[in-house]
């Protein structure tokens, strides 16, 4: 060897490290901010799956689980999106993608391999998470939630003569009764069994529970506030109907609706004074720990339908890649590994059911026919083709930098609000009006 | 070098070297320097924690929605043409106001029982009062929370106990703003108490011995020899603590949200929903910075008070 040839050699020795290759097979580091799940076992799995793969791929992950509980979630989000630093892989909860659109980067790759393999999305992941004809992240499982009606099976049936097993059995059969489960039959169960002294716990406060319950009432009667293209329809006859609706519901809700946060319609149930509530089966699992009594005589079922449709809330979680990410490539592969069939379904078993997957072809799931007690009570939780429901989030077709402001400002329940304190449908009107024309600066 | 200024080092004589080196012992000795040196590492913690935010929070609060174009004034502007903003505006001075002036009353007059009360006994009193504000208010506030609950409130169970109809405490407008007001007195009173006593005990007993000769009662001794003397205390106990309230961010957030219906909403709350949860953050930050003109007012007027007094008194 010449000395040339020698001190070229030690030149390449000394830069290599220097040298990083992005490439997810290679060796490289990666952090990832998940969702802290409410079940502690969502997160051993997550745990579990996230070092397998990276034993696999040769990455050394930095998992944190970051909690929604006092917002940390939106305010790590935030944070990293204005100092442009932190993790490589950040789960974004429903309107956070486009609030952080600039700084994601487009996943459109991953999203196409994942929807060639397991078929579409639904409607409402396109619309949050799809920007300028990019998807900018993919919908998880982890956290995704319905929030439909969840009610006591004896006591519905004995009040309000409403008997919703047999409205939404634990198999795949569309019945009768389904049918006739729309808004006015809602509000005849809520009245009858209000008048019973156990009224349906909804809430007209300004958190998410109460927020996703007044978007699909106004979205089943085709009631928006702004349409897609950002016009103020608040003055319409849709609002006004759905308002003179709301009128008589809101008097048979409980006094302190307006002050409900999203534990509180949870502990209405489970302390076994109120028959009805709107939430993913959280409420059910605590039951089944703290008041199995109540747990055994739950069952969750699709919502109730309207002139528009039967529409279901729905809040889905993301998972995306920032773009001042230094390893893009393996954050991606990780994504996909994460969102194949066997590792969503793993995690969907873990939380008995909790976490609903983003694909279609995902919603059949043993889990759901299996949870008990009783068995079958969460079989409708995802929607299922012959619920004929439709996923929807509130305010909803609106553009979704005005839509995310109607959502976290609680426009919609706080119109209920006024009309549960006695104020007229023109004043609401009125009210709601000038709010929305601030958002659509 | 090529200017001709500098001396190369080792052509210094000897004599300009110690002159130079007693320049610098000098400059060490100096306490404003010591003092200095001894505050750099706060000033430092100022510097990056207090200054660079507050000029970042201004920067901010002049960007569009989407922090790409400067408005200026325009989010100021803004926000004052918005009823919800006028409600917040309304709600934060009530709620800074009133809260202040309870506090400072209950404060007053805890202190004085204090005050009152001897030896040991005093010390015991002292710690069981100082009780709420040592707690940390998040967990307190969580506490009172559980009390208001809407749904299995302990209040209302005493309530029910004595015939009563139950209070939906954090569901109507007014009641919620109460609550808050209630909470915030709990907590921020023994601040108060504790500044008082302080001052209380400073006041020489030979004033109120004269006072006593004179024939003054224990009203007229209250109005003319112990407010007099605590005045400087009271205004800078009562600044401050406007300050702190008017920025108070963990009541409002844990007991409502804001809510009902807005009605309960203060600047950082506001400024939480909006410019946090809502992704309008140059919203946010205009509105935060409300806060700042009225406490500067206040600043100014009370600290100029308090400097006209320390003057008078070294007069």
């Known amino acids: 060897m010449t000395r040339r040839r020698a001190l070229k050699v030690a030149a390449a020795s000394a830069a290599l490290p220097l040298v990083h290759i992005r490439s997810g097979r290679a060796a490289g580091k990666l952090s990832i901010a998940f969702w802290d799940h409410w079940v502690p076992s969502g997160n051993a799995v997550m745990q579990k799956q996230v070092d397998a793969w990276a034993a696999k791929n040769q990455v050394e992950i930095q998992a944190d689980f970051i909690t929604s509980n006092g917002q940390k979630n939106i305010l790590t989000i935030a944070a990293e999106h204005q100092a442009r630093t932190g993790h490589d892989i950040q789960t974004f909860p429903t309107w956070e993608v486009h609030n952080n659109a600039d700084l994601i980067e487009p996943i459109d790759d991953v999203m196409k391999r994942l929807t060639d393999k397991y078929g579409q999305v639904?409607?409402?992941?396109?619309?949050?998470?799809?920007?300028?004809?990019?998807?900018?992240?993919?919908?998880?499982?982890?956290?995704?939630?319905?929030?439909?009606?969840?009610?006591?099976?004896?006591?519905?049936?004995?009040?309000?003569?409403?008997?919703?097993v047999g409205m939404y059995p634990a198999r795949d059969e569309h019945t009768a009764a389904s049918d006739a489960w729309t808004w006015d039959a809602h509000y005849k169960a809520a009245e009858a069994c209000a008048k019973a002294g156990m009224p349906f716990a909804i809430g007209l406060g300004q958190t998410s529970d109460s927020v996703d319950f007044a978007g699909t009432l106004f979205h089943a009667h085709g009631a928006e506030l702004v349409d897609k293209d950002g016009n103020i329809t608040v003055k319409s006859d849709k609002v006004r109907a759905v308002l003179e609706y709301a009128q008589k519901l809101v008097k048979v809700l409980p006094d302190d609706a307006v002050s409900y946060d999203d534990a509180s319609n949870n502990r209405a149930l489970i302390s076994g004074k109120s028959p009805l509530i709107w939430n993913p089966p959280s409420a059910w699992a605590v039951a089944k720990r703290d008041a199995p009594q109540v747990a055994a005589d739950c069952w969750t079922f699709s919502a109730p339908t309207g002139p528009q449709g039967r529409f279901v809330p729905y809040l889905p979680y993301f998972w995306g890649v920032w773009s001042f990410?230094?390893?893009?490539?393996?954050?991606?592969?990780?994504?996909?590994?994460?969102?194949?069939?066997?590792?969503?379904?793993?995690?969907?078993?873990?939380?008995?059911?909790?976490?609903?997957?983003?694909?279609?072809?995902?919603?059949?799931?043993?889990?759901?026919?299996?949870?008990?007690?009783?068995?079958?009570?969460?079989?409708?939780y995802p929607i299922r083709p012959f619920h004929k429901a439709t996923a929807h989030i509130a305010a909803m077709p609106a553009p979704p930098e005005i839509a995310v402001q109607i959502y976290n400002r609680g426009t919609m329940p706080t119109m209920l609000a006024k009309l549960k304190s006695g104020q007229s449908i023109d004043q609401v009107v009125s009210w709601a009006s000038d709010e929305l024309e601030g958002f659509a600066r | 070098m090529a200017d001709g200024t500098s001396v190369p080092i080792d052509v210094i004589a000897p004599a300009q070297v110690r002159a130079r080196r007693?320049?610098?012992?000098?400059?060490?000795?100096?306490?404003?320097?010591?003092?200095?040196?001894?505050?750099?590492?706060?000033?430092?913690?100022?510097?990056?924690?207090?200054?660079?935010?507050?000029?970042?929070a201004i920067y901010l609060s002049m960007l569009n929605k989407k922090m790409t174009a400067f408005v200026g004034l325009g989010n100021f502007q803004f926000l004052l043409k918005r009823?919800?903003?006028?409600?917040?505006?309304?709600?934060?001075?009530?709620?800074?106001?009133?809260?202040?002036?309870?506090?400072?009353?209950?404060?007053?007059?805890?202190?004085?029982?204090?005050?009152?009360?001897?030896?040991?006994?005093?010390?015991?009193?002292?710690?069981?009062?100082?009780?709420?504000?040592?707690?940390?208010?998040?967990?307190?506030?969580?506490?009172?929370?559980?009390?208001?609950?809407?749904?299995?409130?302990?209040?209302?169970?005493?309530?029910?106990?004595?015939?009563?109809?139950?209070?939906?405490?954090?569901?109507?407008?007014?009641?919620?703003?109460?609550?808050?007001?209630?909470?915030?007195?709990?907590?921020?009173?023994?601040?108060?108490?504790?500044?008082?006593?302080?001052?209380?005990?400073?006041?020489?007993e030979q004033l109120y011995e004269a006072a006593s000769i004179d024939g003054a009662n224990a009203i007229q001794k209250l109005f003319f020899v112990t407010l007099p003397m605590m005045r400087n205390i009271i205004s800078i106990t009562v600044l401050f603590s406007l300050i702190v309230t008017f920025a108070d961010f963990d009541i409002v957030r844990i007991l409502t949200a804001g809510g009902p219906q807005d009605m309960t909403h203060v600047f950082a709350t506001y400024a939480f929903q909006i410019g946090i949860q809502s992704g309008d953050i140059p919203l946010g930050a205009a509105d935060s910075l409300f806060m700042f003109p009225i406490l500067a007012f206040a600043a100014f007027f009370v600290l100029r008070g308090v400097t006209r007094r320390t003057r008078e008194i070294a007069a």
């Open chain 1, 325 to 380: 990410s230094s390893n893009k490539t393996a954050a991606k592969e990780l994504i996909e590994a994460l969102l194949q069939r066997e590792p969503v379904e793993q995690r969907c078993t873990v939380v008995s059911g909790y976490d609903v997957p983003p694909f279609t072809s995902m919603l059949d799931f043993k889990i759901w026919s299996e949870v008990e007690p009783p068995k079958g009570t969460v079989y409708n």
């Open chain 2, 83 to 204: 009823h919800t903003f006028q409600l917040v505006i309304f709600q934060s001075c009530l709620f800074a106001v009133t809260s202040v002036v309870l506090k400072a009353i209950i404060g007053f007059v805890l202190a004085h029982l204090m005050h009152n009360i001897p030896g040991k006994n005093q010390r015991i009193w002292r710690g069981l009062l100082l009780v709420p504000w040592v707690i940390p208010l998040a967990l307190s506030t969580l506490t009172w929370w559980w009390m208001f609950d809407p749904s299995y409130s302990a209040f209302n169970w005493v309530l029910n106990q004595f015939g009563f109809a139950n209070v939906p405490w954090l569901g109507v407008g007014w009641i919620a703003r109460f609550c808050t007001i209630v909470v915030n007195v709990w907590y921020g009173t023994p601040f108060f108490m504790i500044m008082y006593l302080a001052a209380l005990k400073s006041v020489p």
């Open chain 2, 22 to 56: 007693n320049t610098m012992q000098r400059f060490a000795q100096r306490r404003s320097t010591t003092g200095f040196l001894l505050c750099l590492p706060l000033i430092l913690l100022i510097a990056a924690f207090v200054i660079y935010p507050a000029f970042y």
């Open chain 1, 122 to 164: 639904n409607q409402v992941c396109e619309y949050l998470a799809k920007v300028n004809g990019k998807w900018l992240a993919v919908p998880t499982s982890s956290g995704t939630q319905y929030k439909g009606p969840c009610g006591r099976i004896s006591i519905l049936k004995e009040k309000a003569g409403l008997d919703v």
